[in-house]
């Protein structure tokens, strides 16, 4: 019998091993013309000011986004005395947990200008801002040109949050450059140009200082002014209007947006609301060091075991929902199996401890 389970085991390793590898699992290449893929974008639409007395009205018009040249073009556009421009995003078409999301962009230029490259948890809807959660990997303000932001804001920090950090790109407008995030279950790590600049871990991860243990989606925009972008030098009214008056356009151009994750994960990307199905579950990181994170759908209780390539186990536990970190401290390095015992049906994975 325990030679059996080894010969499972090891024929179960071998299998696996190939299939740990990062895969680009979504993407938009944007080689199409004329209107975004709508299979994949939704927009938001008017001129609410969004919480931030932004200026401009967000349309779903192709003179403010378009497929043009093998890019993505966003554009902002002076419209008498006000501004018009577009905020697209993937709500309920596309979302994901955990993985590396990567933005290839061209950004605009002009004081009083807003992009921004980002994602909010899918609750929104119904949980609101901040308990939802927002991930900032790209921010920038004309009026401080090619200092680049990177922020999280939750309800621990919101608003002007002080989980930030900057990098100055002086070429932001004239060359394309890739803007990153690497999203695991413990660390939101920003990266420019495939160089990590900002780590995000906190000490405590609780509703408050985590929210991001969730599917999130993708958005891209352009804001005009507003309580950040607004210069106060062209300020009319005492609104948050102050844009430079020989602006007429501010243009950001994305080459691509690709989400990649290890198959561990994908189970838990979703182009609908129906979310991971029976028995799905997945371990992340993996590899992993001192800690793995095993997980399965709301409602699920499992048994599981770790065995080594001897067949011998080596541990025990339990999940259910939300999730069971199991301790791997002492651990020697190398290939485990991981199983699980759901509803009668059992599941092997490969774990790979550094």
Known sequence: ?????IFIILAFVGHCCAAQQETLTWSDEFNGTGAPDPAKWGYDLGSSGWGNNEIQNYTNLTQNARQENGSLIIEALRQGNGWTSAR???????EFRYGRVVFRAKLPVGIGTWP?????????SWAGWPACGEIDIMEHVGKDPGMVHSSVHSPSSYGATVNTAKKYIGTFNTEFHTYEL????EKL?????????????PAVRNASTWPFDKPFFIIMNIAMGGNWGSDPQYETGGLKNGI????TSAKMEIDYVRVYQYPAAIDDSKGSNDGPGPGKSFLFPNPADDKVLVDVPPGTRAEGAIYDLCGKKVRGFTVSDPGTEIDLTGFPHGIYCLTLLTGGKTSMNKLIIN
């Open 88 to 94: 697209l995003l993937t709500n309920n078409k596309f």
């Open 182 to 185: 690497r999203w695991t279950y």
């Open 116 to 124: 921004a490259l980002w994602m909010l948890g899918e609750n929104f």
């Open 189 to 201: 790590e920003f990266s420019i140009d495939s160089v990590l600049f900002y780590t995000y871990k």
């Open 1 to 5: 019998m325990k030679r059996s389970i």
């Open 244 to 247: 430079e008056p020989s602006l």
